[in-house]
């Protein structure tokens, strides 16, 4: 049977050797200059990115789902068994030892204490309450009205009616379901006790919708899971058995120097692309300030160094009426290739669970960001459904169509003329963890474990289609539970 990967002879590329010499002594300037503007633009691509989880809204994410979610199962009159770890007693208490590490750490964050001097305050502990609203305060000044506000609505033993009244405006500046639940205790403080019980109300159904989201991704993410260590199981089974058939190297018409190109092009184009976004929106002020309007900006600027990278690509490849086909963009055995990119999805989850258990026992817990620091602190604090939509068009389908034509159709096609399956899947993998340049190194094992099922499943299909499959479900299921936090 014929290779898929093979490319006739009289269509393989024989550059030069002093061609390849002009543009290797090229690439090595335009990463020089890459480099420099890292260093020198910082923002998003800032690679010392140490403090990224120590970020408000990956401190405190986790726990407020716990809170949120234990409050929507108490409002549902759920009654867990003795025991149960999804009770809600049990949820709320491991949100409130979560907090408690993001209040209490050597960095602690802000929005952990904050939320904390609130939980106190419930359960009757106003001199701790106060001590942490005033942790928070030392912490975030910028926000110190919003803190001095909750001291006097949490802490305060008494306080004035209308002095309270007059600040309320203040609470809306936390995100909406914590907005909410400050202004029923509010009313119920001041003595509105109607518009206390009617906001409860509302606030707890909108809990309880949260938990219910909640629940049902859970539980597809644990299914998808079971699913990916089967498969797992039955790979490593395979492997011992040493049925694994040899590979033969692929046969395409661009070779190493075309892949680096390609990636410094890329790189460059990212953060130059950030750069004048930047720069615009600090010339132009207000009238580019909107949430919208800066996620139209993020997703046009993605496109615009996707599509110039492509375009690149497509050049050096050449002009054959194959050409896209060999970037792996084939359209037979479409319904195989998606079914295989579902099973995709559920190796990964079962890879990242195994990863995250065992690196658990050396004191890391997270690997797994859901976002970049400046993208998701936006995101998660926007309530505009457009807003969104714009985001999930950018995460959910551009960015998976992009980077796998590049990473996988481009970039492991050419490793794989001179390497292994294993070997250019995780050199592969690690190039494309390396280009998220605005996430900490300490989640790049996750990223490149993502990178190793999606070049595994692309050499066993074929197609680029079942590769894009799994990229699109893994980033849209973290914007679904995202947009939930957010809209909810």
């Known amino acids: 049977m014929t290779d898929p990967h093979l490319v006739p002879a009289q269509f393989r590329k024989t550059p030069r050797p002093d061609s390849n010499v002009t543009r290797i002594v090229i690439i090595v300037v335009l990463a020089a200059l890459t480099g420099l503007l890292l260093a020198l633009a910082?923002?998003?691509?800032?690679?010392?990115?140490?403090?990224?989880?120590?970020?408000?809204?990956q401190m405190t994410l986790p726990a407020d789902i716990l809170y949120r979610v234990s409050v929507g199962l108490a409002a549902s009159g759920y009654e867990a068994r003795v025991g149960?770890?999804?009770?809600?007693?049990?949820?709320?208490?491991?949100?409130?030892?979560?907090?408690?590490?993001?209040?209490?750490?050597?960095?602690?964050?802000?929005?952990?204490?904050?939320?904390?001097?609130?939980?106190?305050?419930?359960?009757?502990?106003?001199?701790?309450?106060?001590?942490?609203?005033?942790?928070?305060?030392?912490?975030?000044?910028?926000?110190?009205?919003?803190?001095?506000?909750?001291?006097?609505?949490?802490?305060?033993e008494s306080v004035e009616e209308l002095s309270l009244l007059k600040r309320v405006a203040l609470l809306d500046e936390q995100e909406r379901w914590l907005a909410t639940m400050t202004r029923v205790d509010l009313y119920e403080r001041v003595g509105q006790r109607d518009q206390a019980e009617q906001l409860r109300a509302h606030w707890q159904d909108r809990q309880m919708v949260f938990s219910g989201i909640v629940g049902l991704l859970m539980a597809f993410y644990a299914v998808m899971g079971l699913v990916g260590v089967v498969i797992l199981a039955m790979v490593v089974i395979t492997w011992l058995a040493g049925r694994q058939r040899s590979a033969s190297p692929w046969r395409k018409p661009w070779n190493l120097?075309?892949?680096?190109?390609?990636?410094?092009?890329?790189?460059?184009?990212?953060?130059?692309?950030?750069?004048?976004?930047?720069?615009?929106?600090?010339s132009v002020g207000a009238a580019l300030s909107s949430e919208t309007t800066d996620a139209i900006l993020m997703a046009v600027g993605y496109l615009f160094c996707g599509a110039c990278t492509i375009a690149l690509i497509v050049y050096r490849i050449?002009?054959?009426?194959?050409?896209?086909?060999?970037?792996?963009?084939?359209?037979?055995?479409?319904?195989?290739?998606?079914?295989?990119?579902?099973?995709g999805f559920g190796v990964v989850v079962a890879l990242l669970a195994i990863a995250l258990s065992v690196l658990g026992q050396f004191?890391?817990?997270?690997?797994?960001?859901?976002a970049p620091k400046a993208p998701l602190e936006v995101f998660l604090e926007t309530r505009n459904p457009l807003t969104f939509a714009v985001y999930f068009l950018l995460v959910g389908i551009i960015a998976p169509l992009i980077e796998e034509t590049i990473f996988r159709g481009f970039v492991y096609a050419g490793l794989r003329r001179i390497m292994t399956v294993p070997g250019a899947a995780v050199i592969s993998a690690l190039i494309f963890a390396a280009a998220h340049v605005a996430v900490p190194v300490s989640s790049l094992l996750a990223i490149t474990l993502i990178g190793v099922v999606l070049a595994y499943l692309y050499e066993r299909s074929g197609s680029l289609i079942a590769p894009m499959v799994t990229h699109a479900m893994y980033n849209s299921f973290v914007f679904l539970l995202l947009a939930a936090y957010a809209l909810i």
Request: charged share 20%; proline share 3%.
């Open 363 to 370: 004191g890391i817990e997270r690997i797994v960001p859901l």
């Open 257 to 282: 120097v075309d892949v680096a190109e390609a990636l410094v092009v890329l790189l460059l184009l990212l953060v130059c692309v950030s750069v004048v976004v930047a720069a615009l929106r600090g």
């Open 318 to 343: 050449g002009r054959r009426r194959s050409v896209w086909e060999l970037l792996g963009l084939k359209w037979h055995r479409v319904a195989a290739s998606v079914g295989q990119g579902i099973v």
């Open 42 to 57: 910082g923002g998003p691509y800032d690679l010392a990115s140490g403090s990224w989880l120590e970020s408000p809204a």
């Open 84 to 156: 149960d770890a999804f009770s809600a007693h049990q949820l709320q208490q491991t949100a409130v030892a979560l907090y408690e590490r993001g209040a209490l750490g050597p960095q602690g964050s802000a929005k952990a204490s904050g939320r904390l001097g609130i939980i106190y305050a419930k359960s009757g502990y106003r001199d701790h309450a106060r001590v942490m609203f005033e942790r928070a305060i030392q912490r975030d000044a910028e926000n110190t009205k919003l803190y001095s506000l909750l001291i006097r609505l949490y802490a305060d």
